[in-house]
Structures are given as structure tokens and as C-alpha cells.
């Protein structure tokens, strides 16, 4: 027998190559853990959230009709029962995306999954819906500020996965997405003025195809800017639950903290009492230092 020895450049060299020829191989992707109740689809994988953010329904105020419709409408896909993709649209920081986590945090226990899909990735649902195939639990992918330029088409996607898809309409998942803009696509005058033809023969036909992708959600839910007492009520609810009391004070630097942002809403609020909750405490504790 003959034996063949290397030099020691000639072993280096292969090293190098079976490591480049090792990173050039795909990466063999994880099993989905699906004891998480939150699921993140990045890089061709669901990567699992086993500890989303806590946000309770009751915890949501001034959207009392929003809350039923979605509620119902989920109780009715956790029953195995026919129930609709749902739009949230409206104005920002209203409750849209915490409705969503909401809806998580109470019926995780009854088998209800999210998974969070962004909207670049949408082209990918139908390798979700492979993943999720005869799975017991419930799957809500959740798409938050959906909205494309009008020059993206790569809303068709989703449109195919809503309705005109063989493979849509699985009974284990539903799409939840949230937006500010009610028919997703932005929409120009021109397009509604039956004079301007010299770019486009049948205009409203231009018009129909945008409008064609909301219309695949069969519920809509929208969301309005909150009145003065709403927003006071959100804040004093926040503070009760931090055990700090609801003064006089408290109420004005709440309205002035609404003013400097422009708007009342629930995200303004909770981000009022988070400063005023992190503000009251640093004080004590300075004082008692």
C-alpha cells in the first residue's frame, strides 16, 4: 500500500476550500417551534417569540365595537367555523396593532398562533401555509402597515393568497393586516376622471384593480382619531394600574403632552404615562435617597 503525503501548503489549501464549500451550502433550516405563541418569518424561517408583548382586550379602551368584531370573528376560527381576513385601518397609534397582540395574549391557551409577516415577504405565504399544513392550532399572519407604492406589484401576492389562489382559503390560518390607508394602494384624481385617456383606454378598470385587493378581507374594521375624554380615560387607566393617583396635574400635563404631538390617541397616551409613571418614580426615589 502507498501512501500519499500532503505538504503542509497543500493541506491549508483544502481546509480553505472545504470551509468556503461548507458557507456556500444553504443552511439546513430548524423545525418551527410551535409551543411559542408568537412566531417572526425572516430569512425563509419561522423563528419563534415565546414571550410576546402583554396586551389584554379589556386592557383597550374607546374601541368597544372594533374589540367585538374581531373577537367574534376569531372565536368563530378557533371553533373551526367560517370566519374572514380582517383590514384594520384608520389612524395611527389608535389600537390597530394592539388589538392584534391583544387577541394573542387571550386565546394562546385555546391554540391561537400569530405569525408576524412583513410586507416584502408576503410572496412567501404559500411556503407558511406548507409549514403549517394539518397542524391543530390556529394561525393568524399578521402583516402590520401594509400598504404598497403605485408602483409595486408585488400586492398580487397577496391578493392570490386572500381569494384567487387554489391554495388559499386553508382552514388553519387567516390574514390580519393593519393599515392607514383604507384600499392599500394610493389612488391618484386622474384615475376618476374619464377625460384623461391618453395613457390609460379603460381608466376604471385602473381603479378596480386596486380596489380589488381590500375588497378580498371580509371584515373591515376602522379606526378614528379619539376625543379629549377617551384620551384622559386611557391615561388615568394607565396610571391606576401603576398605582399612581389621578390628579389635577396629572390631567393637565396630559393634555399639554397630546398638544406637543399633534394628535390624541391610545399610543400617545401610553407613551404619556410611561413618562409620567418613570418621571413620578425617579422623583421618590431621589428623595428618599
Not at 382586550?57 to 376569531?74: A, H, M, Y
Not at 390597530?96 to 405565504?125: P, Y
Not at 382559503?169 to 393586516?177: C, E, P, Q, V
Not at 400635563?253 to 418614580?281: D, K, P
Request: charged share 25%; proline share 4%; hydrophobic share 40%.
Amino acid at each position: 500500500m502507498h501512501t500519499i503525503s500532503l505538504s503542509p501548503e497543500l493541506l491549508q489549501s483544502l481546509e480553505k476550500l472545504i470551509k468556503q464549500a461548507q458557507y456556500a451550502l444553504p443552511a439546513v433550516p430548524e423545525p418551527p417551534d410551535f409551543s411559542a405563541p408568537a412566531l417572526v418569518w425572516q430569512q425563509q424561517q419561522l423563528h419563534a417569540v415565546h414571550s410576546p408583548t402583554t396586551i389584554h382586550l379589556d386592557d383597550l379602551i374607546g374601541i368597544d365595537r372594533q374589540k367585538k368584531l374581531i373577537r367574534q370573528n376569531t372565536q368563530q376560527f378557533l371553533a373551526n367555523l367560517p370566519a374572514n381576513n380582517v383590514l384594520l385601518t384608520g389612524a395611527r397609534g389608535t389600537g390597530k396593532s394592539s388589538l392584534v397582540r391583544a387577541l394573542l395574549t387571550d386565546f394562546a391557551e385555546e391554540g391561537l398562533r400569530v405569525i408576524e409577516v412583513a410586507r416584502d415577504d408576503l410572496v412567501d405565504l404559500p411556503k407558511i401555509r406548507q409549514l403549517i399544513q394539518g397542524r391543530s392550532e390556529k394561525f393568524i399572519v399578521y402583516c402590520d402597515d401594509l400598504s404598497f407604492g403605485a408602483e409595486d406589484h408585488s400586492y398580487r401576492a397577496l391578493k392570490s393568497a386572500l381569494d384567487g389562489s387554489m391554495q388559499s382559503g386553508g382552514d388553519n390560518l387567516l390574514i390580519y393586516a393593519t393599515s392607514n390607508r383604507r384600499h392599500l394602494l394610493p389612488e391618484f384624481t386622474h384615475e376618476n376622471d374619464h377625460a384623461a385617456t391618453a395613457q390609460e383606454i379603460h381608466p376604471q378598470e385602473a381603479v378596480e384593480e386596486k380596489v380589488s385587493l381590500s375588497d378580498r378581507f371580509g371584515l373591515w374594521l376602522s379606526f378614528y382619531a379619539m376625543d379629549q375624554a377617551t384620551y384622559l380615560e386611557i391615561v388615568a387607566d394607565g396610571l391606576r394600574k401603576a398605582k399612581l393617583p389621578w390628579t389635577d396635574l396629572a390631567r393637565t400635563e396630559a393634555l399639554r403632552w397630546a398638544g406637543t404631538r399633534g394628535q390624541r390617541s391610545g399610543r400617545s397616551a401610553a407613551q404619556f404615562v410611561r413618562h409620567w409613571v418613570g418621571m413620578q418614580c425617579l422623583q421618590a426615589r431621589q428623595q428618599g435617597d
